[in-house]
């Protein structure tokens, strides 16, 4: 119905106003399809101009449009009116055309992804001096359910938070909060409102770029006090983030560190603290985006971190992490410097589709219960964070074919199997993890509890 609707709108605008519009077949953000106008009885005097905007954050605006000061004034009142759910915002008394009043809501709607029940449409009433009168506002959800959203979305990021130290420096934070958005988001095409929003990450664990953008800008900046704006490249239909560590900024792009199809346990981190050259030649390259600010150091351009393909796990004094070799390495970012650690005893065969993220190994690790656990083609093991002691607690039956991925969750870890890599289901398996403890020193057998399930992991 949506893209039927957009469809219709869409008609009218090249039949009545003749406005060319481009389009991305990724299809990731909203598109701006521009504005219909329509008297009406009620106001013969006024008009109802409505549009639908590209939710990204604004370009700079010309200061010739409107008055910074004015802006500062409506958004005072646009937060009030949201946060209550009111259904509009007066703009009588700033004299703004419609392609003002847009653009500022277009500006205000991207500020605040904390208002994931706002639609990123709106409508204008204008005056018969074609000057706004007042924008309207729609919400996604019935207005009774918002309040308990709004409660369980606070309570998903407080658990999403929980391990993050507040010791660490802002490039750890920074770090801490990539890694776990792309593991514990899955990219997923679509047209549900939640997939664009905050909500769709935290609660549902699936977006597309905007949802990884703006979810990143949400904790960043207003959880973790560190200044993160929205990116968006028009050409691109693609959005990402610009943060700011010691002065300098540099672009992070989630979404894109994210493998797809969902691989378990798997980051990307080559786009992880990039300079703007380094954007624009990192494949696949990046280009024509709107900044607030240029990105010129170029620092974290080669970093040794970009090789690791796991989530890296915070430990009392170092980093965990496996390259693509298979090579534990272990890093300590504040005085720049890592080591090499155990080496896998089996490594992954190349593959031979060399567009695809990981060409070599397809191990992950991860921390739960205060122990770190990896894998190989065959093979689970546990490793205290204190000791390095390392233990094989689990090898699975030959017909299975290969541990693809591991996640946790509680004392379960689940284990994934494939017979190939190219296939497009895999099965899963849960271990129970209680039985095994490090302080006794001794090692027990796991229970296998049956729970098989067979997964797609294609993306219609």
């Known amino acids: 119905m949506k893209a039927l609707l957009r469809k219709v709108i869409l008609l009218i605008l090249l039949s009545l106003m003749m406005i060319p519009l481009s389009s991305n077949a990724s299809g990731e953000t909203r598109k701006k399809v521009g504005t219909v106008q329509e008297y009406t009885e009620a106001f013969p005097k006024a008009a109802v101009i409505s549009g639908s905007f590209l939710s990204a954050e604004a370009s700079r605006v010309n200061p010739g449009m409107y008055k910074e000061a004015d802006y500062q004034k409506i958004k005072s009142r646009f937060l009030q009116a949201v946060t209550a759910y009111e259904d509009t915002v007066a703009l009588e008394e700033f004299h703004l055309t419609s392609s003002q009043a847009f653009e500022i809501y277009y500006r205000l709607y991207n500020e605040t992804p904390h208002f994931f029940y706002l639609s990123y449409s709106t409508s204008a009433l204008i005056s018969e001096h074609n000057e706004v009168l007042q924008l309207n506002l729609d919400y996604y959800y019935p207005k009774s359910m918002i309040p308990d959203m709004k409660r369980k979305l606070e309570e998903k990021i407080t658990l999403f938070l929980s391990d993050l130290d507040e010791t660490w420096t802002d490039f750890e934070k920074a770090l801490y909060v990539y890694d776990k958005l792309i593991l514990e988001t899955s990219y997923t095409a679509g047209e549900k409102d939640s997939l664009y929003t905050v909500y769709g990450v935290f609660t549902e664990n699936q977006a597309v770029c905007q949802g990884y953008a703006s979810a990143y800008t949400l904790i960043m900046r207003d959880y973790l006090g560190i200044e993160t704006h929205y990116i968006y490249s028009k050409e691109m239909n693609h959005a990402w983030n610009l943060i700011r560590l010691n002065g300098q900024y540099y672009h992070v792009d989630a979404t894109w560190g994210d493998p797809q199809p969902d691989e378990p346990g798997r980051v990307n981190h080559r786009f992880f603290l990039l300079s703007d050259d380094a954007m624009r030649k990192t494949e696949p390259a990046h280009k024509n985006w709107i900044s607030p600010y240029p990105a010129t150091d170029t620092m974290y351009d080669e970093s040794s971190y970009k090789a690791i393909q796991t989530g890296l796990i915070p430990t009392e004094q170092e980093w965990i992490g496996i390259d693509g070799d298979g090579a534990l390495l272990y890093y300590n970012f504040e005085r720049g410097v890592f080591r090499y650690g155990n080496h896998l005893t089996r490594l992954w065969s190349p593959i031979k589709d060399e567009t695809v993220y990981y060409t070599k190994n397809y191990s992950t690790l991860l921390k739960s219960q205060n122990t770190i656990y ?36 509680g004392s379960d870890l689940t284990y994934y199997l494939k017979k190939e890599l190219d296939q497009e289901e895999y099965l899963l398996k849960t271990l129970d993890l209680r039985p095994f403890s490090f302080t006794t020193g001794i090692e027990k057998r796991y229970s296998l509890r049956l729970q098989w399930m067979a997964r797609s992991l294609l993306i219609n």
Not at 377 to 401: A, W
């Open 374 to 409: 990896f894998h190989d083609h065959d093979s689970i093991y546990s490793m205290d964070p204190i000791t390095n002691k390392t233990i094989k607690i689990f090898t699975k039956s030959p017909q299975d074919g290969f541990i693809y991925g591991i996640s946790a969750k």
